[in-house]
């Protein structure tokens, strides 16, 4: 075996295992994220905070992200087909899905940070009390106007996307067959068609939207995480400072508590601005300089399954960060494998009885 056919063989056998990442993703996505949605909206916990409001809503649009562009680095090299291609229906709907799901999370968080940073500045009667934040009831109003703004911002790609079929390619194949024992020779035209992404024969989709894409995903929520999150951690460092010059018990305990759900939001919105930023600017900027590399499709395959991976893991961040949603967690799975352990015991003697 020669240096060309080993290189090629490695290639290939990477390219096989990087496809299967997003099936890791979407599994996390879906069992993590459910798992938050629950405890935060029904847990007495976390439902009556607010910042927990706006992650509820991430969970979900975090799992609905997964579906588009992730899945299709699995079924492209294993499958050889894209999600957007099967139908015109697939193309309009999960197109508008991918986009409309991955900027309500930018937005959404951002939106947190904000409300975070009134609530641990609110006091009574100070101006921050009397802004629109830190209430279930504020955090659902916002939320719930993101995602209407977000939907219409993006509806042209329901009612467009598609509907031009732009033509890929043409061939001319020609072919002879023998007519009442006359040679007759046939020019026959294929066209190919890209059956997505097109308006109409001036406008494409794509990179068009995704420039627009990059400003509502990434460089606006990033813009306000970072003087928002510099804004909490200086603040953090303050209510650290009250702590050792306090007697009082009760208001440290308060502070402890908004200090740690502080650092767990700042973890998240970190990890969303490391974990997503880079990923999108190479898609956006440099897809066709990738393309053009060996293996180039692969590695922007395996950094957008990195992207996707922070949408898929707001359970483990939490675990991580946050001690009262890891005390949550332990005492839920605790309470569990008592409750199988006593219904164990009863099946047995119930069984010891009969006998």
């Not at 050889?80 to 291609?85: Q, T």
């Not at 079929?165 to 046939?186: A, C, D, F, Q, Y």
């Amino acid at each position: 075996m020669n240096t060309t056919q080993k290189d090629s063989r490695e290639s290939a056998l990477f390219a096989q295992i990087v496809s299967y990442l997003p099936l890791i993703v979407i599994f996390l996505a879906i069992t993590g994220n459910t798992a938050c949605f629950f405890i935060f909206r029904f847990s007495k916990e976390f439902k009556n905070i607010s910042s927990m409001v706006f992650l509820s809503f991430v969970a979900i649009f975090g799992i609905l992200s997964q579906f588009i562009w992730n899945l299709n680095h699995f079924l492209q090299p294993n499958f050889d087909f894209r999600i957007e291609y099967v139908s015109d229906f697939t193309c309009k709907f999960f197109m508008f899905l991918q986009y409309f799901s991955l900027q309500a999370i930018g937005i959404l968080l951002s939106i947190m940070c904000v409300d975070r940073f009134v609530t641990i500045m609110s006091t009574p009667g100070s101006i921050y009390s009397r802004l629109p934040f830190s209430t279930v009831k504020s955090s659902y109003i916002w939320s719930l106007s993101i995602i209407i703004i977000l939907f219409l911002l993006n509806s042209h790609i329901l009612i467009f996307n598609g509907n031009y079929r732009h033509v890929r390619n043409t061939n001319n194949i020609t072919t002879s067959e023998i007519i009442n024992g006359t040679l007759v020779s046939k020019v026959e035209t294929i066209i190919e068609y890209q059956e997505c992404y097109w308006y109409n024969a001036d406008f494409r989709l794509y990179p068009t939207w995704d420039h627009v894409n990059l400003g509502l995903y990434n460089f606006f929520p990033f813009t306000m995480m970072l003087i928002f999150n510099v804004l909490l951690i200086t603040k953090t460092l303050m209510l650290n400072s009250s702590i050792k010059s306090s007697n009082n018990k009760e208001q440290i305990k308060s502070i402890i508590k908004k200090r740690r759900l502080t650092i767990s939001i700042l973890a998240i919105t970190f990890g969303y601005i490391i974990m997503t930023l880079p990923v999108t600017i190479m898609t956006s900027f440099y897809f066709y300089y990738f393309f053009s590399l060996p293996n180039g499709l692969t590695y922007l395959s395996m950094a957008d399954s990195f992207g996707f991976l922070f949408h898929a893991t707001l359970f483990f961040n939490c675990i991580a960060t946050n001690i009262k949603f890891r005390r949550y967690v332990i005492r839920a799975l605790a309470c569990s494998r008592r409750k199988k352990q006593t219904e164990s015991t009863a099946n047995s003697i119930t069984k010891t009885t009969r006998q």
